[in-house]
């Protein structure tokens, strides 16, 4: 089992930047893939970053790359999403996932432990 809490989220302005992180327990951290997530009010969710249990495998949403940034800290148990040049579309409330293959994958499905997410609103 693993648990997942999300942090960092807020209202930032447009063309802001913020950085969320998924701190991990239970499981070896190590050994998972994590990905993001987020839905927006009256959307469905939606896959946004992923990275493998190695970081040698990364995707993202065409929506956010380039813009976006996941990275991982086995020493610490903790995958961050870091966000620059936001804009009001990407507010939603943004999930952390983690997957016990260690694959990294766009596919929500796939993860098998979720965080309870954390709201990033921007708007000016």
């Known amino acids: 089992q693993v648990q997942l809490v999300e942090s960092g989220g807020g209202l930032v302005q447009p063309g802001g930047s913020l950085r969320l992180s998924c701190a991990a327990s239970?499981?070896?951290?190590?050994?998972?893939?994590l990905g993001w997530f987020r839905q927006a009010p009256g959307k469905e969710r939606e896959f946004v970053a992923a990275?493998?249990?190695?970081?040698?495998?990364?995707l993202y949403a065409d929506s956010v790359k380039g813009r976006f940034t996941i990275s991982r800290d086995n020493a610490k148990s903790t995958t961050y999403l870091q966000m620059n040049s936001l804009k009001p579309e990407d507010t939603a409330v943004y999930y952390c996932?983690?997957?016990?293959?260690?694959?990294?994958?766009?596919?929500?499905?796939?993860?098998?432990?979720w965080g309870q997410g954390t709201q990033v609103t921007v708007s000016s």
């Open positions: 996932a983690a997957e016990g293959r260690g694959i990294a994958t766009i596919l929500e499905f796939e993860y098998d432990y």
């Open positions: 239970g499981r070896a951290f190590s050994s998972l893939a």
């Open positions: 990275i493998s249990w190695s970081g040698d495998s990364i």
